[in-house]
């Protein structure tokens, strides 16, 4: 660790502007957020609304992680065993690319009863600050569109790791593995005791291997020792970004006197850069969960 330089200039929150956004995608700047994106009555009208309907994610080694809607880690080979165990049919996008259909009228349902289409809210936001991006939903062609904007609990803590789709998603030859760059948004609902995120100054690289956790998506402690972090604590109607190529970590929600735990709710999407392949193209910033 004696070589490492630090990228970024400080682990205090930017405002959410063009210029950090930018800073996010590069991994010089440590979070962006935003206070009451939406309003507290909106955050507590999609808890009533999607807390109930909460369900766990699709064969995840480790601590449960729930969700409405769908995500693209569910068809993901996780851990050495499932990797090993890895089809050569294809079938794993099929079935991902099938399940994203059921839940692509998920967000304008939803703000039919609650009054606001809080995802669109985000994705417009993203394309008013990068006009000259084509911001868009991930799409391989004609009935193969991602889904983005997975609500999602995350109540008993995540290992260390990371989020890079080209080295996650390398068994198959999704659009996602193309990205350059890639960030993650949430959006909090839900005002929880505990329940933070520690995003560390260090992204992953092919060294960070020699600290990976093979039964799991997960990395050792050692890899983060020294670095810089940076802590997001939720807060309803808080809209935060990272780098998620970056090693962090969600720590768990603490019960209540009553020894129950109120589910820590976001909405989530990740966002990565897809280059120009020629000067008559514009950059890509496709978005996926």
Known sequence: MSSYV???????PAPFTRESLLGILDGKVAFIK????????????????????????????????????????????????????RSNTGNEKLEYFAETKRHEQLHE????????????????????????????????????KYFSGIFRAINDSTPIHCDWSPYDSRTEDWIINQVTKQAV??????????????????????DAMNWR????????????EGRKKAIIQPQPG????????????VFPV???EGGKQRARLTLSSFMG????????????????S
């Open 109 to 144: 349902n939803l703000s039919q009863k609650i009054g606001q289409n809080i995802w669109k809210s985000v994705i417009d936001r993203i394309a008013n600050l990068l006009p000259e991006y084509d911001v868009a939903v991930a799409q391989e062609g004609p009935n193969k």
């Open 273 to 288: 850069l897809i280059p120009p392949k020629s000067k008559a193209e514009r950059p890509k910033l496709i978005l996926w």
């Open 6 to 12: 630090s990228q970024w200039e400080n682990v205090d």
């Open 238 to 249: 808080d809209l935060c970004f990272f780098n998620s190529r970056n090693m962090h970590q």
């Open 185 to 206: 948004f949430n959006l909090y609902f839900t005002p929880v005791k505990g329940g933070k995120t520690e995003v560390h100054d260090c992204q992953w690289t092919e």
């Open 254 to 256: 603490e019960p209540d």
């Open 34 to 85: 935003e206070s009451e994106f939406v309003s507290r009555d909106i955050a507590q009208k999609v808890e009533d609304e999607l807390s109930p309907k909460l369900s766990p994610y699709l064969d995840v080694p480790g601590p449960t992680l729930l969700r409405v809607g769908i995500a693209q880690f569910e068809y993901q080979a996780i851990s050495d065993d499932q990797l090993n165990q």
């Open 213 to 224: 956790d093979r039964s799991s998506y997960g990395y050792h402690e050692k890899l983060v």
